[in-house]
């Protein structure tokens, strides 16, 4: 436990002690300290809240004038447009949580790492995965260059996974060499599906596919059947 004296998230998941260079935590490992196991936790930052700034005659440079008419006052400054992070009741935060949680709803398969938990706080989203004896592609390509045979095999098994997803109706658009991992017994395992499918809400896209033929849609909330 002395390893894990960081943050907690959740009430849950102990992270370790950052090093001082490190301002933002994208990926590290974790204590659950409800299962006694390592895993893994990835942050997505949440985009804050924009307010828009309406600019009177005083936020108007010289030569120009306010639609009310008012009158510009040299050296005074307009107040500067409000902001904040988003909470996980905000719209957008829940269309992300969901979205992940979604992808991470996909049948475990041994080329796909499984996802524990999706939850926001803080201002980021974070997601729990298993942890991976595993390497990134990029980390390993980092120190020698794959033969044709080893990048064929690591080809096989991405296809592979994609293979599994888009027969679940999943489109994976987030894809790189840090998204696929070169396990220490030789598997390669694909990963970043719920992450970019949260990535892809906040975007203001829906990244979840539709039910399948045959299958009915979800049931509505009780508030939106008409007459209810």
Do not use: K
Request: with cysteine.
């Amino acid at each position: 436990m002395d390893d894990y004296a960081g943050r907690v998230l959740a009430d849950r998941y102990r992270l370790p002690l950052p090093p001082s260079d490190e301002y933002e935590l994208t990926e590290t490992r974790a204590f659950d300290t409800y299962s006694g196991q390592e895993v893994l936790v990835r942050q997505v930052p949440l985009p804050e809240v924009v307010e828009a700034e309406v600019l009177d005659a005083d936020g108007l440079p010289d030569g120009f004038t306010a639609r009310d008419g008012g009158v510009r006052h040299p050296g005074r400054r307009p107040p500067a447009a409000g902001g904040g992070p988003r909470r996980p009741a905000d719209p957008v935060v829940r269309r992300a949580v969901e979205a992940a949680q979604a992808a991470a709803a996909v049948p475990d398969h041994p080329r796909l790492d499984q996802v524990f938990d999706v939850f926001a706080e803080g201002g980021s989203l974070w997601i729990v995965s298993e942890l991976v004896a595993a390497r990134p592609l990029a980390a390993l390509l980092t120190e020698q260059t794959l033969t044709p045979y080893r990048a064929a095999e690591v080809a096989s098994d991405v296809l592979l996974a994609l293979r599994v997803l888009h027969s679940y109706g999943w489109v994976h658009r987030n894809i790189t060499a840090r998204t696929v991992l070169v396990c220490d017994d030789g598997r390669v395992m694909l990963t970043g599906l719920a992450v970019g499918a949260a990535e892809e809400a906040l975007c203001g896209y829906d990244p979840v596919p539709p039910p399948p033929d045959g299958e009915p849609d979800a049931a509505p909330e009780p508030d939106a059947i008409p007459g209810a």
